[in-house]
């Protein structure tokens, strides 16, 4: 072929399947084509896949500012007057600490239920049972893939489990931290869970999934 390509390898967050294992040598990447005249375009939360596969070059998506994140919201919603209060809207999506698909999740939402961000965010804080209910609902969006599961608390069991497999310091570390504070943390706190260099990895291994900034 003599005609410049783009191949888009998407959601490449599992460092065996790309690259192998030493009980499996050998993985996706063995097949990649590679030409002066071609682009491979690698998508992964897991910033060690990232800097395997491109090595410096590595394009980092940062969270949605809060302008950014409220023009999201108005453009998902039927009802736009509803972002007009602001300072539900800002509460709203500091809770959802700006997250696309939990945007996308809560405006579904909304526009099926025809309530108010005041009262769904009231529903968000009111237990945290209730809160799952609400992350755990399916919902239809045409910007993702067929049958790939849009709920927001899926796509991050979905994630922990990809870290549980691969990074168990860093899924203990999760664990500890999900029972303390949310933010704010002092690292003198963290459990005992293996040397420093474990740790640092563990702990850059959190923020690659952005489960820690």
């Known amino acids: 072929n003599t005609r410049p390509w783009l191949l888009i390898v998407d959601n490449a967050d599992d460092l065996g399947i790309l690259f192998g294992t030493p009980d499996k040598p050998g993985g996706v990447g063995d097949y990649l084509p590679e030409s002066d005249i071609g682009l491979t375009l690698f998508t992964t939360r897991s910033r060690r896949v990232a800097v395997e596969a491109a090595g410096c070059d590595v394009v980092e998506l940062r969270e949605m500012s809060s302008r ?21 809207t800002n509460k709203l999506l500091a809770e959802l600490a700006y997250l696309p698909l939990a945007i996308t999740q809560s405006a579904a939402y909304l526009n099926a239920n025809q309530v108010t961000i005041a009262e769904y965010l009231g529903f ?68 005992d869970i293996g040397s420093e ?11 690659g999934y952005a489960f820690l900034v």
Not at 76 to 84: G, N, R
Not at 197 to 204: F, L, R, V, Y
């Open 68 to 88: 950014e994140a409220t023009s999201f919201l108005e453009k998902s919603l039927i009802q736009k007057e509803l972002v007009h209060d602001s300072v539900a």
């Open 124 to 191: 968000l804080r009111k237990t945290e049972q209730d809160m799952v209910v609400l992350l755990n609902r399916e919902f239809r969006d045409n910007t993702r893939y067929k049958n790939s599961p849009n709920a927001i608390a899926v796509t991050w069991l979905i994630s922990f489990d990809q870290i549980n497999k691969s990074d168990h310091i860093a899924a203990n570390l999760l664990s500890f931290i999900s029972q303390i504070e949310p933010k704010a943390i002092p690292q003198s706190i963290l459990p």
């Open 197 to 207: 260099i474990e740790m640092a990895d563990a702990i850059g291994n959190l923020c």
